[in-house]
């Protein structure tokens, strides 16, 4: 990629990272009360949309964590944020952290490679723009989930398609 590149390719991708979490936080504001938390089978990475939505956000916090050299213990407990204002405030944090860090980065700095230890102690060296694309995939699979457990809760989940985020970019 020419100079820029990665750069200029990641930075819509983590825009559509978190357009689409809000959106899923959004619909799930809706539910009524005890759905966030409401167990719907082992079927899913998270049984309720509590843990899943944890999980996610979780995740983002970790890689940002080993990205700044920190080597963390594990995921953020879910419990820690018992209700969904609590969880969407610790998410905008993140979210605000994670954009700070990528925002000044140029893409030989995105190009370089970063030693971390994965969650079962290895350890292991990532391409850090890379790392980043896993967080968004990471992230839109497991919003899949979400979306299909809002549907088995009676809530039609918004639209999440990347190309409908760019077409409400475009003007």
Excluded: K
Excluded at 10 to 26: I, K, Q, S
Excluded at 43 to 69: I, K
Excluded at 115 to 134: A, E, F, I, K, N
């Amino acid at each position: 990629m020419s100079d820029g590149g990665i750069r200029e390719l990641l930075r819509p991708l983590v825009d559509y990272n978190y357009w689409a979490n809000g959106r899923l936080l959004e619909a799930a504001g809706a539910l009524p009360a005890g759905a966030l938390t409401r167990e719907l089978g082992t079927e899913w990475s998270f049984p309720s949309l509590h843990r899943m939505f944890a999980h996610v956000m979780g995740a983002e916090a970790l890689w940002l964590a080993r990205w700044r050299g920190v080597d963390p213990a594990g995921l953020e407990p879910a419990d820690g944020y018992d209700a969904l204002p609590a969880l969407r405030a610790r998410w905008e944090a993140v979210e605000r952290d994670f954009r700070a860090y990528l925002e000044p980065l140029d893409d030989a700095a995105l190009r370089r490679a970063i030693d971390y230890r994965t969650l079962d102690g290895r350890p292991s060296r990532s391409v850090l723009w890379q790392m980043v694309q896993h967080v968004v995939n990471h992230g839109t699979h497991h919003r899949s989930e979400a979306a299909a457990m809002l549907t088995r809760l009676g809530h039609a989940p918004p639209p999440l398609d990347l190309i409908l985020y760019y077409r409400t970019r475009a003007d």
